[in-house]
């Protein structure tokens, strides 16, 4: 699935050097994820995403970038530990106040603490995979929504809803020769869609390959 490519720099120096551009980036493609993790560790859905604005806020000031190399942890790691670090702080708030409540205007919730490497969590990879694979199917759509084929129609009806290539092919219109042929082609755009996302934020071909293996059983 993977083939040679340059890293030149991380996405961490990307938001340190050019941090318009790459702050609405990393806003814009992770704060799904973040918002259905927190949503998964039990907090209802304001809460949810007041969390994860304040994770993007802390991540995204100087401070922290400045020390950020010196965590050497992989940004999706990275993230999920300023994320595990101010959902402590905000059920440690909660359990104080006996509600739960998270306004990042004062120190506590401005803190730019630089976690270290956290421990993996299958639930984090799990929702982490969602939402990119999210990311390329909207790709295939965009391109189907422009007159290209209909790869993105066939592979939810056939991926995503489970319906074999002649029930595809029947509510496509289509022969079941097509709907395979665009099933096939569809797969390996993701495949390269999903290839672009992750190289985004990983600093080596090394750690682009560990990441691509939580895609592979996705595209079997």
């Known amino acids: 699935m993977a083939h040679p490519v340059r890293f030149p720099t991380t996405f961490w120096t990307t938001l340190r050097d050019r941090p318009d551009q790459a702050r609405a980036k990393l806003f814009t493609r992770y704060r799904t994820a973040i918002y259905h993790y927190l949503l998964n560790q039990g907090f209802q859905e304001s809460d949810a995403e007041d969390v994860a604005q304040e994770v993007f806020l802390q991540v995204c000031q100087a401070p922290f970038l400045d020390r950020v190399d010196r965590a050497k942890g992989k940004f999706r790691t990275l993230l999920l530990a300023v994320t595990r670090n101010l959902l ?7 359990a104080r106040r006996k509600a739960l409540s998270i306004d990042s205007g004062g120190p506590e919730g401005a803190s730019l603490e ?16 969602q939402n990119l694979v999210r990311l390329a199917l909207q790709r295939l759509q965009e391109e189907a929504s422009q007159g290209g084929p209909p790869h993105y129609q066939a592979i939810v009806l056939n991926k995503l809803q489970g319906l074999p290539y002649s029930e595809v092919a029947r509510k496509l219109h289509a022969d079941e020769d097509d709907v395979t042929n665009w099933i096939h082609h569809g797969k390996k755009k993701m495949r390269r869609y999903l290839e672009e996302l992750v190289r985004d934020y990983c600093s080596s071909e090394e750690e682009w390959k560990e990441e691509l293996e939580l895609f592979g059983r996705h595209f079997t």
């Open 88 to 94: 402590l702080k905000a059920r440690e708030r909660g």
């Open 114 to 129: 630089v976690p270290g490497q956290t421990e993996p969590d299958v639930r984090f990879d799990e929702i982490w995979v």
